[in-house]
């Protein structure tokens, strides 16, 4: 089975900018979540997405957004981009009742 | 307020010898600890989880161990094997919270040939 998959794998932009970031979950995950990682530090937890619903909301500015289609993929965006949103981003599933989410291998948008 | 933590920002273990990373947390709701191993320039991959109602959990060479009287986890590699050298990071959730994970800053562990 294909794990999760991200596009694109790298991005760069510049500040002002937009943004939109793809995800396409495990197949029969439902659940779908964004984690923004910054060097040094643990993922931080932006959003969680289950059955097109906004399940969850991390500490993140309204520039940031979200949605999950009708197939569980999922699309992140993110408005205005400044400097400090250079990061790594992922993406993981999750089957509806299991602790375990498992990772795409993220995308690295940079911001200059 | 960091919720987890890894105290450890890296670790040096020969091939071959058991690699001990640790974590502690705060608050004594979480419902399951993972663990999870990254390689620059992928996505962390899990390796092990354990619930809160256990105290310990094995899957061929990692074993995790939760304590949870000190808030304290810890992830046993045996043997440590080159390929594990990578970052080794600790999650937390709460089923309540939609198992959102909350991480530790991660231990960077490097095994020595």
């Known amino acids: 089975d294909a794990g999760v998959t991200q596009s694109p794998t790298h991005l760069i932009k510049t500040r002002g900018q937009h943004v939109t970031l793809r995800c396409s979950p495990i197949?029969?995950?439902?659940?779908v979540s964004w984690y923004q990682q910054v060097l040094g530090q643990g993922p931080q937890f932006i959003f969680q997405?289950?059955?097109?619903?906004?399940?969850g909301r991390g500490n993140f500015p309204d520039r940031f957004s979200a949605r999950q289609f009708p197939n569980y993929s999922s699309e992140l965006n993110v408005n205005a981009l400044l400097l400090g949103d250079s990061a790594l981003y992922l993406c993981?599933?999750?089957?509806?009742?299991?602790?375990?989410?498992?990772f795409g291998p993220g995308t690295r948008l940079l911001v200059l | 307020d960091q919720q987890v933590k890894q105290n450890s920002p890296s670790l040096s273990v020969q091939e071959g010898r058991i690699s001990i990373l640790n974590c502690d947390y705060t608050?004594?709701?979480?419902?399951?600890f993972l663990w999870y191993k990254k390689y620059p320039a992928e996505g962390p991959t899990f390796l092990i989880s354990?619930?809160?109602i256990k105290d310990k959990n094995e899957d061929g060479r990692f074993t995790v161990f939760l304590n949870k009287s000190a808030k304290h986890l810890s992830l046993h590699i045996v043997p440590s094997q080159p390929g594990d050298s990578a970052v080794y990071f600790c999650?937390?959730?709460?089923?309540?919270?939609?198992?959102?994970?909350?991480w530790g800053a991660g231990t960077k562990l490097i095994i020595k040939p």
């Open positions: 999650a937390a959730v709460k089923e309540d919270s939609n198992y959102q994970l909350i």
């Open positions: 608050n004594s709701m979480f419902d399951y």
């Open positions: 354990i619930s809160s």
């Open positions: 197949s029969g995950h439902k659940s």
């Open positions: 997405y289950y059955e097109k619903e906004e399940r």
């Open positions: 993981a599933s999750r089957r509806r009742g299991q602790e375990t989410q498992y």
